[in-house]
T-cell receptor, first 114, second 114 residues
Framework: ELKVEQNPLFLSMQEGKNYTIYCNYS?????LYWYRQDPGKSLESLFV?????AVKQEGRLMASLDTKARLSTLHITAAVHDLSATYFC??????????????FGKGTHLIIQP | DADVTQTPRNRITKTGKRIMLECSQT?????MYWYRQDPGLGLRLIYY???????NKGEISDGYSVSRQAQAKFSLSLESAIPNQTALYFC?????????????FGPGTRLTVL
C-alpha cells in the first residue's frame, strides 16, 4: 500500500522567510505532483515531477524530486502573504499499464504572517 | 467556461436518501476520477474510469457507485447516504496517455448528510 507523508502539517511563518515542506512516499513511483488549495476552493496544479533529480520553479516556489530517497520538497523563498494556502503532494503509482489515481498526503496548512 | 464542472455544488440530504453527484468535462480526457476530501485527511480515491467501459474501485469505494455515461460524464452515487459520507467531493480528469498524467480538478461538491 502506497503511503504519502507530508511534514509539517501546519506551518506559520513570517513574510520574507524561507521554508521547506517535505513529502515522503513509501513505494517506488515515477511521478509526483504538488497542488495548492485555497480555503473552500478546488486544487490547483503547481508542479509535475517526472524523474529523479527533477527540479521545477515558479516564482517563489521550487519543487524537487529524489526518487531514490522517495522524497520531494517544496521550498518557499522569501514568503509573501499570497502564498498562504494548503499544499498537497500526491504520488501516482504508475503501473505501466496506466495511472490508477493519485495518493495524497494530508496536506500542509501554510499561514504567512506580515 | 470551466473545463471540469460538478453539480450540485452544495447538497444537504438526510440519512438513507439516494444522492447522485455529476461531473462533466470539456477537456477531451479519457480518464476521470472521484475523490473525497475530509478535514486533515487529504484526498482519497473513490472510483476511477479509464474509458466508458472501464471502471475501477479506488481506496474507499464501499457505499458508493459510479456511472460513466459518456467520455465527458462521470457520476457518483450514494445509494443510501450516511452521516460519515459528509465530505467535499472532487471530480478530476487526466489524459493519461502522456508521461505527465496531470489531473485537473473540478470545483467540488460539498455534501452534508444529516
Amino acid at each position: 500500500e502506497l503511503k504519502v507523508e507530508q511534514n509539517p502539517l501546519f506551518l506559520s511563518m513570517q513574510e520574507g522567510k524561507n521554508y521547506t515542506i517535505y513529502c515522503n512516499y513509501s513505494t517506488t513511483s515515477d511521478r509526483l505532483y504538488w497542488y495548492r488549495q485555497d480555503p473552500g476552493k478546488s486544487l490547483e496544479s503547481l508542479f509535475v515531477l517526472l524523474s529523479n533529480g527533477a527540479v521545477k520553479q515558479e516564482g517563489r516556489l521550487m519543487a524537487s524530486l529524489d526518487t531514490k530517497a522517495r522524497l520531494s520538497t517544496l521550498h518557499i523563498t522569501a514568503a509573501v502573504h499570497d502564498l498562504s494556502a494548503t499544499y498537497f503532494c500526491a504520488v501516482d503509482l504508475y503501473s505501466g499499464g496506466g495511472a490508477d489515481g493519485l495518493t495524497f498526503g494530508k496536506g500542509t496548512h501554510l499561514i504567512i504572517q506580515p | 467556461d470551466a473545463d471540469v464542472t460538478q453539480t450540485p455544488r452544495n447538497r444537504i440530504t438526510k440519512t438513507g436518501k439516494r444522492i447522485m453527484l455529476e461531473c462533466s468535462q470539456t477537456k477531451g480526457h479519457d480518464r476521470m476520477y472521484w475523490y473525497r476530501q475530509d478535514p486533515g485527511l487529504g484526498l482519497r480515491l473513490i472510483y476511477y474510469s479509464f474509458d466508458v467501459k472501464d471502471i475501477n474501485k479506488g481506496e474507499i469505494s464501499d457505499g458508493y457507485s459510479v456511472s460513466r455515461q459518456a467520455q465527458a460524464k462521470f457520476s457518483l452515487s450514494l445509494e443510501s447516504a450516511i452521516p460519515n459520507q459528509t465530505a467535499l467531493y472532487f471530480c478530476a480528469t487526466s489524459d493519461g496517455g502522456g508521461a505527465r498524467n496531470e489531473q485537473f480538478f473540478g470545483p467540488g461538491t460539498r455534501l452534508t448528510v444529516l
